[in-house]
């Protein structure tokens, strides 16, 4: 069993919102593994981060991906931080990952003011810029294919992902 396809990309990016949507055209289950961390750990990943440390949701996180990868047969959307693991990268080469491009002020008009969003503790917009240079060339590495989605709503993002792998 292997997921359909597997979205990566920053916060902001729409990898849920494109998963439900490329979920619902072909008739399978989406899931995203934040959810699969606090199902699991039964907290917000926002408290996980703060009681327990980034370290600990990384390991959780890796964890989740990891199941989610052998168990999961419909559209996949990772946590942006989830491709910062070099055995998740592992895992993700034998599987078909697109990556969600966000330009760095729609990425911003996108998460706000970053409530419930723990890497975004401080300047909102200089955290994300940082993340987005630090992470863009991995995602980059770990993608079968890259879509731009700035400018752009799910729907036309789900549907270009749906012309590129021909289904």
Same mark, same amino acid.
């Given at each position: 069993?292997?997921?359909?396809?597997?979205?990566?990309?920053?916060?902001?990016?729409?990898?849920?919102?494109?998963?439900?949507?490329?979920?619902?055209?072909?008739?399978?289950?989406?899931?995203?593994?934040?959810?699969?961390?606090?199902?699991?750990? &039964?907290?917000?990943? /926002?408290? @996980?981060?703060?009681?327990?440390? =980034?370290?600990?949701?990384?390991?959780?996180? #890796? $964890?989740?991906?990891?199941?989610?990868?052998?168990?999961?047969?419909?559209?996949?959307?990772?946590?942006?931080?989830?491709?910062?693991?070099?055995?998740?990268?592992?895992?993700?080469?034998?599987?078909?990952?697109?990556?969600?491009?966000?330009?760095?002020?729609?990425?911003?008009?996108?998460?706000?003011?970053?409530?419930?969003?723990?890497?975004?503790? &401080?300047?909102?917009? /200089?955290? @994300?810029?940082?993340?987005?240079? =630090?992470?863009?060339?991995?995602?980059?590495? #770990? $993608?079968?294919?890259?879509?731009?989605?700035?400018?752009?709503?799910?729907?036309?993002?789900?549907?270009?992902?749906?012309?590129?792998?021909?289904?």
């Amino acid at each position: 069993m292997s997921p359909r396809v597997v979205l990566i990309g920053p916060m902001g990016a729409g990898k849920t919102t494109v998963a439900e949507l490329l979920a619902a055209a072909w008739g399978v289950a989406a899931r995203d593994t934040d959810t699969d961390v606090e199902t699991t750990d &039964g907290r917000e990943i /926002s408290e @996980i981060f703060v009681d327990s440390g =980034e370290g600990h949701f990384r390991t959780l996180e #890796a $964890a989740a991906v990891a199941a989610a990868l052998a168990e999961h047969d419909g559209v996949l959307s990772l946590g942006g931080g989830a491709v910062l693991d070099p055995d998740t990268r592992e895992l993700l080469a034998a599987h078909t990952v697109v990556f969600l491009r966000v330009g760095l002020s729609e990425a911003v008009k996108r998460v706000g003011l970053g409530v419930g969003r723990p890497m975004l503790l &401080g300047n909102v917009r /200089s955290r @994300i810029k940082t993340l987005l240079d =630090e992470r863009a060339p991995i995602y980059e590495a #770990a $993608a079968t294919y890259a879509v731009d989605t700035d400018g752009r709503s799910p729907a036309e993002v789900a549907a270009e992902i749906q012309e590129k792998l021909d289904v």
